[in-house]
């Protein structure tokens, strides 16, 4: 009796909920494929594609493959919407531009509603606002029609209320401005260190971080009501050229920071071809503009999903071969490429990655922080490199200058894994002419007051940064900091300063010239063979005759060019 009792009640509660009327559904949009670019509701269109979503609170999300016609979306809702309710529609997209037309629900005649920065709702930053003046009657239909430069991009449609709308941007704003800050901030630091090293590296990082802070700016709409951005955030040329930049600059700075040229020369090449791949694409937009919208953000994107696998292989086999901060390129980097490459196709239309827009930011501040920490980490540790060797105690008893030994010891931790290889450094070699002579004449001590006057003319035209050493007998070192020109410049200045006059030791004019040999520092160079080159060009410049420059060129073998000094 019991199981008949229990069977006839599940029974009329099953029969219950069958009657029950569904859930309403709160949104419907179809999309409507017309064949011309109608200004009217189209009649009788097919159906692209239906999308529901079922509780008011929820986005319809999608994408609209680009063609001039444009769209044209059918709304409906099974919800009834008071007119005092408050209640608006909102429209996002990566491409909310231009006007919309729209038709809303219950009102017969059309409504043109502009986009959030030309004459759109004031609160938001990038979309458009469709009211609902008699709210949504039963069976009411509304139709929006979205022009085809706003297509090929994802489509955020929702409910919402004005002060929803208002806490919503507002926290959105407030979040892009801290990452803006925070970026340019680093991007000021780095461009600081490089003004104290001219190092590349330094200088590559923060450009890649201004560019990437304005150009994420660009894309949260806020740059619209800023002094001087306003006009770049009307141009979609400057964010794609932004953005390529940034790639530009990433990827010079990854081959200095990774050490590709000593670890992996070969793949340096790739990621160089990579790079002008993408030079000549910026070059593209920037001579062709207006006429290459419609299609250069593929060849961009394009370019970005080939590269952030590439550039994730080739850090992972850095790492593998020793590259010291490898690990902090792969800890910050990682996810910000992956978070790029999901942006980049989801605006190809590859796959639904909404949520890339929102963690871009971010994680691009997440990134700059721990690369900026190693690049903090890497400067400390080249300043006290420098600063060790000139407060070394080991130094030559009779000028003071350092000795052979710290200077070799500088350049060994100058060329050894995680110093980025600085940037290029000059090893000049100078040898007293005739040294022995004037110690044959006028006496040993004579000699040593011209070798403590020589080395203070040399210093006379040094820089604060450069480092001499005094080597052996009276043979001089001097590393310098700098590119070739720069070097033989001061390799003139030295035979010159020696020229000029004769040095004054006790009552004695003693007439001297110098022979310098020079040799510019190679990337993966050891500091033996880099001293072999500067002595070769040394003999050369001897064997030439007095105030003699050579410099040695690299390559296969060693050849030397001389300079007479003026």
């Given at each position: 009796?019991?199981?008949?009792?229990?069977?006839?009640?599940?029974?009329?509660?099953?029969?219950?909920?069958?009657?029950?009327?569904?859930?309403?559904?709160?949104?419907?949009?179809?999309?409507?494929?017309?064949?011309?670019?109608?200004?009217?509701?189209?009649?009788?269109?097919?159906?692209?594609?239906?999308?529901?979503?079922?509780?008011?609170?929820?986005?319809?999300?999608?994408?609209?493959?680009?063609?001039?016609?444009?769209?044209?979306?059918?709304?409906?809702?099974?919800?009834?919407?008071?007119?005092?309710?408050?209640?608006?529609?909102?429209?996002?997209?990566?491409?909310?531009?231009?006007?919309?037309?729209?038709?809303?629900?219950?009102?017969?005649?059309?409504?043109?509603?502009?986009?959030?920065?030309?004459?759109?709702?004031?609160?938001?930053?990038?979309?458009?606002?469709?009211?609902?003046?008699?709210?949504?009657?039963?069976?009411?239909?509304?139709?929006?029609?979205?022009?085809?430069?706003?297509?090929?991009?994802?489509?955020?449609?929702?409910f919402a209320t004005i002060p929803e709308l208002?806490?919503?941007?507002?926290?959105?704003?407030?979040?892009?401005?801290?990452?803006?800050?925070?970026?340019?901030?680093?991007?000021?630091?780095?461009?600081?260190?490089?003004?104290?090293?001219?190092?590349?590296?330094?200088?590559?990082?923060?450009?890649?971080?201004?560019?990437?802070?304005?150009?994420?700016?660009?894309?949260?709409?806020?740059?619209?009501?800023?002094?001087?951005?306003?006009?770049?955030?009307?141009?979609?040329?400057?964010?794609?050229?932004?953005?390529?930049?940034?790639?530009?600059?990433?990827?010079?700075?990854?081959?200095?920071?990774?050490?590709?040229?000593?670890?992996?020369?070969?793949?340096?090449?790739?990621?160089?071809?990579?790079?002008?791949?993408?030079?000549?694409?910026?070059?593209?937009?920037?001579?062709?503009?207006?006429?290459?919208?419609?299609?250069?953000?593929?060849?961009?994107?394009?370019?970005?999903?080939?590269?952030?696998?590439?550039?994730?292989?080739?850090?992972?086999?850095?790492?593998?071969?020793?590259?010291?901060?490898?690990?902090?390129?792969?800890?910050?980097?990682?996810?910000?490429?992956?978070?790029?490459?999901?942006?980049?196709?989801?605006?190809?239309?590859?796959?639904?990655?909404?949520?890339?827009?929102?963690?871009?930011?971010?994680?691009?501040?997440?990134?700059?922080?721990?690369?900026?920490?190693?690049?903090?980490?890497?400067?400390?540790?080249?300043?006290?490199?420098?600063?060790?060797?000139?407060?070394?105690?080991?130094?030559?008893?009779?000028?003071?200058?350092?000795?052979?030994?710290?200077?070799?010891?500088?350049?060994?931790?100058?060329?050894?894994?995680?110093?980025?290889?600085?940037?290029?450094?000059?090893?000049?070699?100078?040898?007293?002419?005739?040294?022995?002579?004037?110690?044959?004449?006028?006496?040993?001590?004579?000699?040593?007051?011209?070798?403590?006057?020589?080395?203070?003319?040399?210093?006379?035209?040094?820089?604060?940064?450069?480092?001499?050493?005094?080597?052996?007998?009276?043979?001089?070192?001097?590393?310098?900091?700098?590119?070739?020109?720069?070097?033989?410049?001061?390799?003139?200045?030295i035979g010159e300063t020696f020229a000029q006059?004769?040095?004054r030791i006790d009552s004695h004019d003693i007439?001297?010239?110098?022979?310098?040999?020079?040799?510019?520092?190679?990337?993966?160079?050891?500091?033996?063979?880099?001293?072999?080159?500067?002595?070769?060009?040394?003999?050369?410049?001897?064997?030439?005759?007095?105030?003699?420059?050579?410099?040695?060129?690299?390559?296969?073998?060693?050849?030397?060019?001389?300079?007479?000094?003026?």
């Open positions: 009796m019991r199981k008949a009792v229990w069977a006839l009640t599940i029974a009329l509660l099953c029969a219950l909920l069958a009657g029950m009327p569904a859930a309403a559904q709160s949104l419907k949009v179809d999309v409507l494929l017309t064949e011309t670019d109608l200004q009217t509701p189209p009649v009788g269109a097919p159906v692209l594609r239906s999308l529901v979503a079922e509780r008011p609170t929820d986005a319809i999300r999608f994408s609209l493959p680009r063609r001039e016609e444009g769209y044209w979306l059918r709304l409906t809702s099974q919800r009834t919407i008071k007119p005092g309710d408050g209640q608006i529609l909102v429209v996002r997209g990566l491409r909310a531009s231009g006007p919309l037309l729209y038709y809303p629900p219950g009102v017969g005649s059309a409504r043109e509603i502009e986009d959030a920065e030309h004459g759109g709702v004031p609160l938001m930053r990038r979309g458009w606002v469709l009211p609902l003046p008699n709210g949504w009657p039963t069976s009411s239909v509304a139709y929006v029609r979205i022009q085809g430069r706003a297509a090929m991009s994802e489509m955020r449609l929702s208002a806490r919503q941007e507002r926290g959105d704003a407030r979040f892009m401005a801290a990452a803006f800050t925070a970026m340019m901030l680093m991007a000021v630091a780095m461009v600081g260190v490089w003004v104290a090293f001219r190092d590349f590296v330094y200088l590559g990082y923060g450009a890649y971080l201004a560019c990437m802070a304005t150009y994420l700016l660009l894309r949260s709409g806020d740059a619209s009501e800023m002094w001087g951005l306003a006009g770049m955030a009307n141009e979609p040329a400057v964010g794609w050229a932004l953005a390529t930049l940034a790639t530009i600059f990433q990827l010079g700075f990854s081959v200095r920071f990774l050490d590709l040229p000593r670890l992996m020369p070969r793949t340096t090449w790739v990621l160089r071809i990579v790079q002008w791949a993408n030079i000549a694409w910026l070059l593209v937009l920037l001579l062709l503009r207006e006429h290459v919208y419609g299609w250069w953000y593929i060849g961009g994107n394009a370019l970005l999903l080939l590269g952030v696998p590439l550039m994730l292989v080739i850090a992972v086999a850095a790492w593998r071969k020793g590259a010291p901060y490898a690990g902090y390129y792969l800890l910050g980097w990682t996810p910000m490429l992956v978070l790029a490459a999901a942006l980049a196709a989801n605006i190809l239309g590859l796959q639904d990655a909404e949520w890339a827009e929102r963690g871009l930011a971010l994680t691009a501040v997440l990134e700059s922080a721990v690369l900026a920490l190693a690049l903090s980490q890497h400067a400390a540790n080249r300043h006290r490199i420098v600063l060790l060797a000139r407060q070394s105690v080991e130094r030559d008893p009779l000028t003071g200058a350092l000795n052979a030994q710290v200077l070799e010891q500088m350049l060994q931790a100058w060329s050894s894994p995680g110093s980025l290889n600085v940037n290029n450094y000059a090893l000049l070699l100078v040898d007293l002419d005739g040294f022995g002579e004037v110690n044959a004449r006028y006496g040993r001590a004579v000699g040593d007051a011209l070798l403590q006057q020589a080395l203070s003319r040399m210093r006379g035209v040094l820089r604060p940064d450069d480092t001499i050493a005094r080597m052996d007998g009276d043979c001089f070192g001097i590393v310098s900091e700098c590119e070739r020109a720069e070097s033989e410049m001061l390799a003139r200045r006059r004769p040095f007439v001297m010239s110098v022979s310098i040999g020079l040799a510019m520092s190679q990337r993966g160079e050891s500091v033996p063979a880099l001293f072999e080159r500067a002595r070769l060009a040394l003999r050369h410049a001897a064997a030439a005759g007095r105030n003699a420059v050579s410099t040695a060129q690299g390559g296969g073998r060693d050849v030397a060019v001389v300079l007479q000094a003026e």
